[in-house]
């Protein structure tokens, strides 16, 4: 199965500041990763996807990139309701592998 | 417009079984793919299974092979996971979603206890 390595697994920053998270395959995916934000009690909700393709609805501070085996995603300025917990999903063949996630918090 | 929502969750013993559904409307169900994806209390999510639209393919992860069962009724409209065997780590909430996941369509989740 793909692994998928996300870093950091915690993140503490300010509102307004620019944070990147990271995921890392163990072997080329080309561009199929998605990335989810989750908060407690909801389905997680989709950002990006194909790596760099922003989903309807979501506020451009987001963006994605990367293709093979390193991705980023980039929040360009924190906004309070970002502070989340966030996860690159791969789905280039099965299994298909979440990362371990990224929990975002408030400094 | 496109709607999931399931029903089949509780409470189980250890060793137990439970069976999900996920009931789909508002689109061609017997056109698509569809997933479950769980998350145990206080962990990441993690993808379970798949099954295509016709049910003719289905894939597990190691974590539940053997144990779990995906199914589908076209004629229902229905998405199903069948959990056997199941253990405390098999404790969390269970969401089904419509393949391709770029999609977004994800039903509420339900809970599934195991403990005795």
């Known amino acids: 199965a793909i692994q998928m390595t996300q870093s950091p697994s915690s993140l503490s920053a300010s509102v307004g500041d620019r944070v990147s998270i990271t995921c890392r395959a163990s072997?080329?995916?080309?561009?199929?990763l998605e990335w989810y934000q989750e908060k407690p009690g909801k389905a997680p909700k989709l950002l990006i996807y194909?790596?760099?393709r922003l989903q309807s609805g979501v506020p451009s501070r987001f963006s994605g990139s990367g293709s093979g085996t390193d991705f980023t995603l980039t929040i360009s300025s924190l906004q309070p309701e970002d502070f989340a917990t966030y996860y690159c999903?791969?789905?280039?063949?099965?299994?298909?592998?979440f990362g371990r996630g990224t929990k975002l918090e408030i400094k | 417009q496109v709607q999931l929502v399931q029903s089949g969750g509780g409470v189980v013993q250890p060793g137990g079984s439970l069976r999900l559904s996920c009931s789909a409307s508002?689109?061609?169900?017997?056109?698509?793919?569809f997933h479950w994806v769980r998350q145990a209390p206080g962990k990441g999510l993690e993808w379970v299974a798949f099954?295509?639209?016709?049910?003719?393919?289905?894939y597990y992860a190691d974590s539940v092979k053997g144990r779990f069962t995906i199914s589908r009724d076209n004629s229902k409209n229905t998405l199903y996971l069948q959990l056997d065997s199941l253990t405390s780590d098999d404790t969390g909430v269970f969401y089904c979603?419509?393949?391709?996941?770029?999609?977004?369509?994800w039903g509420q989740g339900t809970l599934v206890t195991v403990s005795s």
């Open positions: 979603a419509r393949d391709p996941f770029w999609s977004d369509y």
């Open positions: 508002g689109f061609t169900f017997s056109s698509y793919g």
């Open positions: 099954i295509r639209h016709d049910g003719t393919s289905k």
């Open positions: 072997q080329d995916i080309r561009s199929e």
């Open positions: 194909g790596a760099s």
């Open positions: 999903l791969q789905d280039f063949n099965y299994p298909y592998t």
